[in-house]
């Protein structure tokens, strides 16, 4: 996906949040326990402003987070995408920027992950709402489960595995593959972390769905009911588990 595409997804799924959580802010928000949509949307709006000042800065900022207590959320969250927004577009996608993806320090990377940050807790808003999810675009969702693999599976599990407990242990030498649409992975957990690759082929379990439904499946925001699993179930079900530790 281009730059963009990827800035117009985050306007979109931005509106889309706001409006999901202004039915009401004291709902809870069943996939984030513990939180109401105020404080989803307050969170957000943080993150935003975290993006913006480490841009600046090229820096993490400190001290972090600043108190916002007291300030209207919806109106944070209005703030805090236009100042995004503005920072995001003044430099090109390749300019350095501070990042905790050590293979992509660029500007492009916060283009990239802040739209996929966006559609998740757009998701999460519309949960609390207790209405229907709205459709994520097929490039958007496709891109987003390369990004959920990638990014937070393979880059935190080689990182930080004793984060994973004895899960990646126990899933070593399987193989898991993943399909959605023309897009194929495989994971291959070990010890030492799960490699992902863009490869399609012989696996232990296979699991097939719609962009969306596995994008939501692999960030713990839907069930498994649209996807089709074919071979070791409970392998499958190992590698639902190794994605929450990898997104927590």
């Known amino acids: 996906m281009r730059s963009l595409r990827y800035l117009d997804c985050l306007r979109a799924d931005a509106a889309l949040l706001g409006s999901a959580a202004a039915a009401d802010l004291t709902a809870p928000v069943p996939s984030c326990p513990g939180w109401t949509a105020a404080d989803l949307v307050t969170h957000v709006a943080t993150v935003y402003l975290h993006k913006v000042e480490t841009i600046r800065q090229g820096a993490w900022p400190s001290p972090w987070p600043p108190d916002l207590s007291g300030e209207d959320p ?4 209005d703030r805090y995408l236009a100042e995004l927004l503005t920072e995001l577009t003044a430099h090109e996608p390749g300019a350095k920027a501070l990042t905790w993806y050590d293979p992509d320090q660029t500007v492009g990377f916060w283009i990239r992950r802040m ?3 966006t559609v998740i807790h757009r998701v999460d808003a519309e949960l609390a709402r207790g209405a229907a999810v709205s459709d994520i675009p097929h490039d958007l969702a496709t891109d987003g489960i390369d990004e959920v693999l990638v990014t937070f599976l393979a880059f935190a599990s080689a990182g930080w595995p004793e984060d994973f407990g004895d899960a990646l242990p126990a899933l070593s030498g399987r ?6 649409g ?5 994971v291959r957990p070990a010890a030492t972390g799960a490699a992902v690759t863009a490869d399609a082929g012989p696996a232990d379990v296979t699991i097939t769905g719609a962009p969306q439904d596995l994008l939501l499946w692999l960030w713990r925001r839907g069930p498994s009911d649209g996807l089709r699993i074919e071979g070791d179930a409970a392998l499958a079900e190992g590698l639902h588990g190794l994605m929450r530790d990898a997104t927590q």
């Open 74 to 77: 919806l109106a944070l969250l």
């Open 175 to 180: 193989t898991i593959a993943l399909a959605a």
């Open 182 to 186: 023309d897009r194929h992975w495989q």
């Open 115 to 117: 739209a996929h940050e």
